[in-house]
């Protein structure tokens, strides 16, 4: 009798051992990179592309100003806020009151779209889109050994090239101690500002990341540098996924892991014991995410991803009717993504970081090129079942990364769990401020880290 129970629990332990060996190898199986052909996003069916590069200024009508004016004065007044609520029923509308005085009394578009004006743009048609990039050289003298390299900087929603202004210039400029400069390229995503939207279904992170890499392949850089944060982040994975070849180093100020291995491994086993994934220094930079994530992230957080994943279109009629609606809905998110804690004050926090002037320039860029909904259908092309059947959150980068990690960031990943993603690691730092929009908020920083990263691959 006994020895047919320990027969019987034999079998179960050796079934066990054999399931779990079998699924652990059927999820560490990395699928097959995809090939895509040049996809055509223009109206219609192909036709012949005149592929030459013309300069480009922020020159927006009379009339659309004078539209937004209107609009502005007209506005019906705003539902008050509860009594004492600060941020936690979206934004308030005494915040929004002032942001939208000082829009109608002291923005001025004639300065903006001057100092909108400072870098060179232009645009370029791939796969049939107009395509808008500042494009900054750096002015150094021929003597000095300063290398310039390129490099691509890529945005993300609802931000816009407008991040980088005062990141470009640290760029661009050799600083003290630094042997190498930056060429910088920084292209609005397609659909997103003054970069035409396409016409068709199907644009997500992958071809946004085509899309990129022959905009380089046009302007002679075959082999470049890519920074980027939230959809530029997953541009700049999808780049070194698919063009490793091209992509000499990437850098990242939202690296995530998302394949199937990373997501047990950091939900579940970092759920139940987090010292089982993270050193002791990490565990208080991703611990509370587990705790945090069901109410405060999922709940309260993310609605706005599932409304633009499913229908951008429907949402976006309103926004793209009121700018104050606009500004309300983009600027929220510059309070509670820069720092959760400003939820609870009544000025958003946002003055501590930004001014309304470096805010309303970036609606601005939706409103006057009236592509918030055209923005917000990026979600969608991103998180369908066809798109993720293609698998590319399973391949890992093999390219040089870097992966910043702001303190206020929305969800950060330890090292263990990154390192599945990224197999050639070469830096995390860990920054004690900065949120989510590290170029817009803390631009030193950022640059800094790009910098030191570069030094350890060129
Ligand atoms: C806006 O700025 C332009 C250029 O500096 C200036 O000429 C104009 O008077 C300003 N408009 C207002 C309303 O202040």
């Not at 699928?31 to 069916?45: A, C, L, M, N, S």
């Not at 992170?205 to 082999?223: D, E, P, S, V």
């Not at 611990?287 to 279109?313: N, R, W």
Request: one cysteine or more.
């Amino acid at each position: 009798m006994g020895l047919i129970l320990k027969g019987i629990f034999g079998l179960i332990l050796a079934f066990t051992f054999y399931s779990v060996i079998t699924i652990y190898t059927k999820l560490s199986t990395v699928p097959k990179t995809p090939v895509y052909e040049d996809i055509w996003w223009g109206k219609g069916d192909p036709a012949k592309e005149n592929t030459n590069i013309k300069p480009f200024k922020v020159d927006i009508s009379k009339e659309i100003i004078d539209d937004l004016k209107y609009r502005l004065q007209h506005a019906v007044p705003f539902q008050q806020p509860l009594e004492g609520v600060k941020q936690h029923y979206g934004m308030n509308t005494n915040l929004l009151t002032k942001i939208v005085d000082y829009w109608k009394n002291n923005y001025n578009w004639t300065e903006r779209q001057e100092f909108l004006n400072q870098f060179p743009q232009y645009t370029i048609s791939i796969q049939g889109l107009k395509i808008h990039y500042i494009h900054v050289k750096p002015q150094i003298n021929k003597q000095s050994n300063i290398k310039v390299l390129p490099l691509m900087l890529l945005h993300g929603w609802p931000g816009s090239v407008r991040e980088f202004y005062e990141l470009i210039p640290l760029l661009t400029t050799p600083q003290k101690g630094r042997k190498v400069v930056f060429e910088v390229i920084a292209p609005s995503l397609p659909g997103y500002g003054f970069s035409e939207a396409s016409n068709k279904p199907g644009l997500n992170t992958a071809r946004a990341a085509q899309i990129f890499k022959n905009l380089m392949g046009k302007l002679g850089f075959n082999m470049f540098y890519v920074q980027g944060g939230d959809w530029g982040a997953l541009i700049v994975n999808r780049l070194s996924i698919l063009y490793p070849e091209n992509i000499l180093g990437a850098h990242s100020n939202m690296c995530s892991c998302m394949s199937t291995i990373c997501n047990i491994k950091f939900w579940l086993l970092g759920g139940i014991c987090p010292s089982l994934i993270g050193t002791k220094e990490e565990i208080p930079q991703f611990s509370p995410i587990f705790k945090k994530f069901v109410q405060d992230l999922l709940f309260l957080e993310m609605g706005y991803m599932h409304l633009q994943a499913t229908k951008p279109d429907t949402v976006g009629v309103a926004l793209r009717d009121s700018p104050v609606g606009l500004a309300a809905y983009i600027i929220e998110k510059f309070t509670s993504w820069t720092n959760p804690e400003w939820k609870n004050l009544d000025d958003g926090g946002l003055t501590r970081k930004f001014t309304y002037e470096k805010l309303l320039d970036n609606v601005m860029i939706y409103w006057v090129t009236r592509s918030i909904t055209t923005s917000q259908r990026f979600y969608a092309e991103n998180f369908n079942k066809a798109f993720m059947a293609e698998g590319l959150n399973e391949i890992p980068v093999t390219v040089p990364t870097a992966c910043a990690r702001f303190k206020h960031e929305l969800s950060i990943q330890p090292k263990s769990i990154l390192k599945h993603g990224y197999l050639n690691l070469v830096q995390t730092t860990d920054f004690e401020d900065g949120g989510h929009f590290a170029a817009f908020e803390v631009p030193d920083l950022l640059a800094n880290d790009v910098y030191d990263f570069i030094k350890k691959v060129v």
